[in-house]
């Protein structure tokens, strides 16, 4: 079946402008998560959801950064007035279980560059 | 806290072996290993559990030790399609949230 897809693929900002980042996630899938990956560095955790409800947001560098996920499937990443320390790929995840012991499916990410 | 591996790098030959760790300095619950390859996503290799539980590849194997809080990946005659940087990522406890923390990377790069 089909994996995580995210869109755009790649993002160019400029500095002061918002975007907004989606991912769906594997049919079915439960939990979806948001992580940020710089260059060279392992995916760092964003926020999580279960279904439509955000459990976890602690990873969120600064109330620029808002998540949603209204329906429970497709998610939405929006980083208001976008910062040149914002670059980063952006990945989402998602799994079918609820508590953590089960895998997650990457999507590819999306590269977003603020010049 | 960030899980630090070691080693950062490493170079084999194809059918060489090799090991990679991944040290937590808090309690560990579960270990989930993925391997990325560049401008790629990470892809699930395997997970270990507290308790023993394994789930993953058939030909990767994993050492998650308890008490040592590391868990080890094992990898046996190497392919050159096991090129690409290795992740670790450590998860709460029941209950938690499910998110991971992931240490630095380790770069493998397997020649003919």
């Known amino acids: 079946g089909a994996g995580v897809s995210q869109s755009p693929r790649y993002k160019v900002a400029k500095r002061g402008q918002d975007v907004a980042l989606r991912c769906d996630p594997i049919s079915g899938h439960v939990s979806l998560f948001w992580y940020q990956q710089a260059l060279g560095q392992g995916p760092e955790f964003l926020t999580y959801?279960?279904?439509?409800?955000?459990?976890?947001k602690s990873g969120l560098p600064s109330d620029r950064f808002f998540a949603e996920r209204p329906e429970g499937s497709v998610s939405t990443l929006k980083i208001q007035r976008t910062q040149q320390e914002d670059s980063a790929v952006y990945l989402c995840?998602?799994?079918?279980?609820?508590?953590?012991?089960?895998?997650?499916?990457f999507g590819p990410g999306t590269r977003l560059t603020v010049t | 806290q960030q899980p630090v591996q070691s080693p950062q790098a490493v170079i084999l030959r194809e059918g060489e072996d090799a090991v990679i760790n991944c040290s937590s300095s808090?309690?560990?619950?579960?270990v989930h290993w993925y391997r990325q390859k560049h401008g790629e996503a990470p892809v699930f290799l395997m997970i270990?559990?507290?308790?023993?539980e394994q789930k993953g590849h058939e030909k990767i194997s994993a050492s998650f030790n308890e008490k040592k809080q590391q868990s080890s990946l094992y990898l046996t005659a190497s392919q050159l399609s096991y090129s690409g940087t290795y992740f670790c990522?450590?998860?709460?406890?029941?209950?938690?949230?499910?998110?991971?923390?992931f240490g630095q990377g380790t770069t493998l790069q397997v020649k003919p």
């Open positions: 959801f279960q279904n439509e409800a955000q459990l976890d």
């Open positions: 808090k309690a560990l619950y579960s």
């Open positions: 270990l559990l507290k308790g023993g």
């Open positions: 990522g450590t998860g709460g406890p029941g209950g938690n949230t499910g998110k991971l923390i």
């Open positions: 995840a998602s799994s079918s279980y609820v508590q953590g012991r089960d895998e997650q499916y």
